[in-house]
T-cell receptor, first 114, second 113 residues
Framework: DQQVKQNSPSLSVQEGRISILNCDYTNSMFDYFLWYKKYPAEGPTFLISISSIKDKNEDGRFTVFLNKSAKHLSLHIVPSQPGDSAVYFCAASSRGGSNYKLTFGKGTLLTVNP | NAGVMQNPRHLVRRRGQEARLRCSPMKGHSHVYWYRQLPEEGLKFMVYLQKENIIDESGMPKERFSAEFPKEGPSILRIQQVVRGDSAAYFC???????????FGPGTRLTVT
C-alpha cells in the first residue's frame, strides 16, 4: 500500500516557465514533508521541507504548498532552468515516536527544455 | 564540511557471498538511516540507528540483513548470502536532532551476479 504517491512519472517544461510537481499522501499521521532532487548515480539532495502547521514554505525559486484537508502537496519551481532536470521525490515523515523515518513516493522525472 | 560518505560506490558480489556497505554520517550527526532503492522505485526505509543502538529495523528483512553503528567508526549494513534480488542502490542518510531533514550519501550500487 503506497502511502505517498506521485502520479506523474514525468513532466516536461520549457526553460523560464513554472514547473509544478504534485504529491498525495494517505497516512494522516504524516506531519512533515520534504522534497528531494536526484541526479542519476547520485544520492538524493534535500531541497525544501514543510511542517503540517504551515501551508506554504518558500526558498528562492522553490515553493512547497501543503493542503492538509486534501492530503496533497506540490512543489513549484519558477523560473525553471535546464539544470533543474532530475528526478524529484516527495517524502513524508511522522514526528510522533521520535523516529522521523521517511516514506518516499516513486518520483517524477522533470525535464526542462532550453 | 564533508557530507555523508559511503563506500564502496559500486560492489559486485556472486550469489552466496557477503556484502558490507559502509556509511560515515555528516559531522555532528548522530542519527543514521539506511534506505534501499530498487529499479523504477522510490527509496524504502530499512533501518534507523543511533550510536550503538538500533532504534527501528522494521524495514529490514529479518534474515541475512544486519546493521550496526558502533561507538567508533562508520555504520555498517551487512548482507549475508546475497541473492540476485538484493541488487539495488543502498543509500545512507544522517541528521542532527533538529531540524529533521535527512542528508543522503551518494549510495552503494550492489550488483549480485
Amino acid at each position: 500500500d503506497q502511502q505517498v504517491k506521485q502520479n506523474s512519472p514525468s513532466l516536461s517544461v520549457q526553460e523560464g516557465r513554472i514547473s509544478i510537481l504534485n504529491c498525495d499522501y494517505t497516512n494522516s499521521m504524516f506531519d512533515y514533508f520534504l522534497w528531494y532532487k536526484k541526479y542519476p548515480a547520485e544520492g538524493p539532495t534535500f531541497l525544501i521541507s514543510i511542517s503540517s502547521i504551515k501551508d506554504k514554505n518558500e526558498d528562492g525559486r522553490f515553493t512547497v504548498f501543503l493542503n492538509k484537508s486534501a492530503k496533497h502537496l506540490s512543489l513549484h519551481i519558477v523560473p525553471s532552468q535546464p539544470g533543474d532536470s532530475a528526478v524529484y521525490f516527495c517524502a513524508a515523515s511522522s514526528r510522533g515516536g521520535s523516529n522521523y523515518k521517511l516514506t518516499f513516493g516513486k518520483g517524477t522525472l522533470l525535464t526542462v527544455n532550453p | 564540511n564533508a557530507g555523508v560518505m559511503q563506500n564502496p560506490r559500486h560492489l559486485v558480489r556472486r550469489r552466496g557471498q557477503e556484502a558490507r556497505l559502509r556509511c560515515s554520517p555528516m559531522k555532528g550527526h548522530s542519527h543514521v538511516y539506511w534506505y534501499r532503492q530498487l529499479p523504477e522505485e522510490g527509496l524504502k526505509f530499512m533501518v534507523y540507528l543511533q550510536k550503538e543502538n538500533i532504534i527501528d529495523e522494521s524495514g529490514m528483512p529479518k534474515e541475512r540483513f544486519s546493521a550496526e553503528f558502533p561507538k567508533e567508526g562508520p555504520s555498517i549494513l551487512r548482507i549475508q548470502q546475497v541473492v540476485r534480488g538484493d541488487s539495488a542502490a543502498y543509500f545512507c542518510a544522517s541528521r542532527q536532532g533538529v531540524p529533521y531533514e535527512q542528508y543522503f550519501g551518494p549510495g552503494t550500487r550492489l550488483t549480485v551476479t
